[in-house]
C-alpha cells in the first residue's frame, strides 16, 4: 500500500526554523515528482514547492522563495522541506504529494492539486508572532 506520512510540524516563534519530513512506503519514489501543499484556516489548499526525481530542478511559490528549501533522498524515500524565517502567514496544515499514476514530463512544473495522486495525512505548522 502505498503511503506517505509527514511529520517535523510543531510551534514556532516568528523568524524561526522547522523542517518537515515526509516518509515514503510502499513503492520507491525515486522517479516521481514530489511536493508539498499547505492549507491554511479558511483557505483553499495551495502549493508550496516541487523536486524532480532527480533533486537538481525544483519550484517554489513566489510567498515562500528564497525561505524554504525541498530536498530529497532516493534512497531514503524521503522528502523534506527545510522552512526559515518563518511568519505568521506561514501557519497551516502542510501536505506532502506525490505524482505516481502518470509519468512526469522533464522541465515541466506540476504546481496544481490535480497533478498529484498521492497525500499525506498533513502536519500542522503554526507560527506565532
Known amino acids: 500500500q502505498v503511503q506517505l506520512v509527514e511529520s517535523g510540524g510543531g510551534l514556532v516563534q516568528a523568524g524561526g526554523s522547522l523542517r518537515l519530513s515526509c516518509a515514503a512506503s510502499?513503492?520507491?519514489?525515486?522517479?516521481?515528482?514530489m511536493a508539498w501543499f499547505r492549507q491554511a484556516p479558511g483557505k483553499e489548499r495551495e502549493f508550496v514547492s516541487a523536486?524532480?526525481?532527480?533533486?537538481?530542478?525544483?519550484y517554489y511559490s513566489d510567498s515562500v522563495k528564497g525561505r524554504f528549501t525541498i530536498l530529497r533522498d532516493s534512497a531514503k524515500n524521503t522528502v523534506d522541506l527545510q522552512m526559515n524565517s518563518l511568519r505568521p502567514e506561514d501557519t497551516a496544515v502542510y501536505y506532502c504529494a506525490a505524482r505516481i499514476a502518470r509519468p512526469s514530463t522533464p522541465g515541466t512544473y506540476y504546481l496544481g492539486e490535480n497533478d498529484y495522486d498521492r497525500w499525506g495525512q498533513g502536519t500542522q505548522v503554526t507560527v506565532s508572532s
Open positions: 510502499g513503492r520507491t519514489f525515486s522517479r516521481d515528482t
Open positions: 523536486i524532480n526525481w532527480s533533486g537538481l530542478n525544483t
